[in-house]
C-alpha cells in the first residue's frame, strides 16, 4: 500500500520561513494536498492540487511537489500558525495520509 | 455556508455496532463525493471511506474492509457509517468531509465536520 512520510516536528522562530516536507514514490506524479488541524478542532484544508490556496488561505501558505517530495512553505510565519500539518494523496483508490507534523512557532 | 454535524456516537463495547449520521447543508449534497476519515486520540489522520456521489461507487480502507458500510440518501442529504464488529482500535473520533474530485488531478476533502467520538470499550 501507498504510504507518506513526514517528519514528526518542525520548529521554527516567528517571522522566518517554514518547510515541511511529505515524501512518497513518485509523489510528483500525483496530486497532494496539505490540512492544518489545530489542537481540539477539525483539520482545514491550507493547499490542493500541489500549490492551490483554498479561498480564505493567507498567501503565506504555498506548496510545491516534485520527484519524491512534496513541500509546504509558510513564509514569514505567525504564532498563530503553530498546529500539525498532514500531507495527503490519493493513489489506486486509496485516500493516503502522511503521519503529520507539529509546526512549533518558538 | 457548507456545514457538515457528524452525529451517533458513543460508548460500545468489543464487537458490538453503531451507527453514524452526518448531515450536511449549504452545498448540493448529491453532487459530491462524501467520506469519513477517522482521528484515534493523541494520533494521525486515517482515511477509512468514501462515496461517490450517486452512491454507485465505494471505497474502503484495508482496516476497515468487510466490518463498516458507507451508505448516503441524497433526498435527505445524510451520510452514513455502520460500524459492525468493533474493535478497541476503532476508539476515535469520526469525521465527514465533502470530497472534491478534479478527475486524475487530485482528490482531496474539504471541508470537515466537527467529529463524533467512537470509544470501544468494556
Known amino acids: 500500500s501507498y504510504e507518506l512520510t513526514q517528519s514528526p516536528s518542525v520548529t521554527v522562530s516567528p517571522g522566518q520561513t517554514a518547510s515541511i516536507t511529505c515524501s512518497g514514490d513518485r509523489l510528483g506524479s500525483k496530486y497532494a494536498c496539505w490540512y492544518q488541524q489545530k489542537p481540539g478542532q477539525s483539520p482545514v484544508l491550507v493547499i490542493y492540487q500541489d500549490t492551490k490556496r483554498p479561498s480564505g488561505i493567507p498567501e503565506r501558505f504555498s506548496g510545491s511537489n516534485s520527484g519524491n517530495t512534496a513541500t509546504l512553505t509558510i513564509s514569514g510565519t505567525q504564532a498563530m500558525d503553530e498546529a500539525d500539518y498532514y500531507c495527503?494523496?490519493?493513489?489506486?483508490?486509496?485516500?493516503?495520509f502522511g503521519g503529520g507534523t507539529k509546526l512549533t512557532v518558538l | 455556508q457548507v456545514h457538515l454535524v457528524e452525529s451517533g456516537g458513543g460508548l460500545v463495547n468489543p464487537g458490538g455496532s453503531l451507527r453514524l449520521s452526518c448531515a450536511a447543508s449549504?452545498?448540493?449534497?448529491?453532487?459530491?463525493?462524501m467520506s469519513w476519515i477517522r482521528q484515534a486520540p493523541g494520533k494521525g489522520l486515517e482515511w477509512i471511506s468514501s462515496?461517490?456521489?450517486?452512491?454507485?461507487?465505494?471505497y474502503y480502507s484495508d482496516s476497515v474492509q468487510g466490518r463498516f458500510t458507507i451508505s448516503r440518501d441524497n433526498a435527505k442529504n445524510s451520510l452514513f457509517l455502520q460500524l459492525n464488529s468493533l474493535r478497541a482500535e476503532d476508539t476515535a473520533l469520526y469525521y465527514c468531509a465533502r470530497g472534491k474530485v478534479a478527475g486524475n488531478s487530485g482528490k482531496w476533502f474539504d471541508p470537515w465536520g466537527q467529529g463524533t467520538l467512537v470509544t470501544v470499550s468494556s
Open positions: 449549504g452545498f448540493t449534497f448529491s453532487d459530491h463525493y
Open positions: 462515496i461517490s456521489s450517486g452512491g454507485g461507487t465505494i
Open positions: 495527503q494523496a490519493w493513489d489506486s483508490n486509496f485516500w493516503v
